[in-house]
């Protein structure tokens, strides 16, 4: 299992120039052979290299950097290319100076009498990483971990339009999973609409209020960016703006996502959600239900991981079960729900009051019954 963390870095002025001298020659190398790909046909990753070899009398200032990443520069691009030749994206294009600028590295062990040497290095207890060429660098982020038990794959330097810096190491895994246990406990969950999660306990979990904040500076933003001149220093320092608040929202999502599934599994032993489909949601380019979708995406995403793991169940129901339309008492159906706006409606046929969601939520929970014990 593949694992990703990645740290804010801190370099000192030297180690700056030294890594954007890298993102310098991971770009040009990258848009040289693109370049040559455009103009002669695509040629295989293995001859690029080759040709990369003969390219370091031509333009020397490539010594200085780490090899090892311009070579991640051709791989990237075949892998470009690749996605292209089967239609999972657009032609490749050009790297530029203006956007986020990054570049990756290989890790790349041997052993010399005895010795374990490896060109990548992490060292949590000093909050240090070492990267080929530039040396170690400061580090912050997982303090509560002292050290990472597993083989370090590949580490990729990142630039923000905020200017800073950041790297996302790629460490192979043992997971260590529990044994499962015997369930007593089961939830089911409902994506809503104006909370993030409703659980059919009663229990509802909003998104961080910051959230709101945020959204309307940076429409504000977004309509200052466009009034700008592109390229412009102004621009440039609105959109390093718009990079801080995106990043900001991103990361209080996730945290929030974080904290809401750990509380359900440890309240819970079998956790039941909705697949994402069941969602049919008028508007297909409705941003808020974008977001919510992503946010949905990363919920189930984390809770299936995190069951695992903790020896629980995680049931996803299908996506024909009507949730919403169905109540949770006695059965009866109703079309009452299909206007989203109504938040409490009553069952005609037994009289139960209910709240939308919470509702959904127990008629989830039900289908997931079935689900673990078959029947
Ligand atoms: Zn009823």
Redo the contacts with the bound molecule.
């Keep these: 299992m593949y694992k990703a963390y990645k740290f804010r870095l801190y370099p000192n002025e030297n180690q700056k120039l030294l890594i954007n001298k890298t993102f310098g020659c991971y770009r040009f190398i990258y848009n040289y052979f693109l370049d040559y790909c455009k103009n002669n046909g695509f040629i295989k990753a293995f001859d690029m290299c080759n040709e990369l070899k003969e390219m370091y009398s031509k333009y020397p200032w490539l010594k200085e950097v780490d090899s090892c990443s311009l070579r991640c520069a051709i791989f990237n691009l075949e892998d470009a290319y690749k996605n292209f030749f089967q239609k999972r994206s657009n032609y490749p294009s050009f790297k530029n100076k203006y956007s986020r600028q990054s570049y990756r590295t290989n890790c790349i062990r041997s052993s010399y009498k005895g010795c374990e040497y490896s060109n990548i290095g992490l060292d949590l207890k000093n909050r240090k990483i070492k990267l080929p060429k530039v040396g170690l660098i400061d580090i912050r982020g997982y303090r509560n971990k002292n050290e990472i038990n597993g083989k370090i794959i590949n580490a990729t330097v990142v630039k923000e339009t905020t200017g800073k810096y950041y790297v996302s190491v790629i460490v192979e895994e043992k997971e260590l999973i529990k044994d499962k246990i015997t369930p007593n406990k089961i939830v089911g969950i409902d994506l809503g609409i104006k909370d993030l999660v409703i659980t059919s306990n009663g229990e509802k979990y909003s998104n961080p209020k910051e959230i709101n904040k945020h959204e309307k500076r940076l429409k504000r933003l977004q309509r200052k960016l466009s009034r700008q001149i592109k390229g412009s220093k102004n621009y440039q320092k609105t959109k390093e703006k718009l990079g801080r608040i995106y990043s900001k929202i991103k990361n209080s999502r996730k945290h929030n996502i974080i904290n809401v599934v750990n509380n359900l599994i440890k309240e819970n032993d079998i956790i039941v959600s909705e697949n994402l489909k069941v969602l049919n949601m008028d508007n297909k380019h409705n941003i808020t239900k974008l977001i919510r979708d992503a946010s949905f995406n990363k919920i189930c995403e984390v809770l299936k991981w995190k069951c695992k793991i903790n020896g629980k169940y995680y049931y996803q129901v299908d996506t024909y079960y009507p949730s919403s339309k169905t109540?949770s008492?006695?059965g009866?159906k109703t079309d009452i729900t299909k206007d989203l706006n109504i938040r409490n409606w009553e069952?005609k046929?037994?009289g139960?009051s209910h709240d939308r969601d919470i509702n959904a939520s127990i008629n989830i929970m039900f289908e997931g019954f079935k689900l673990h014990y078959g029947n």
């Design positions: 109540c008492v006695c009866e069952c046929n037994c139960t």
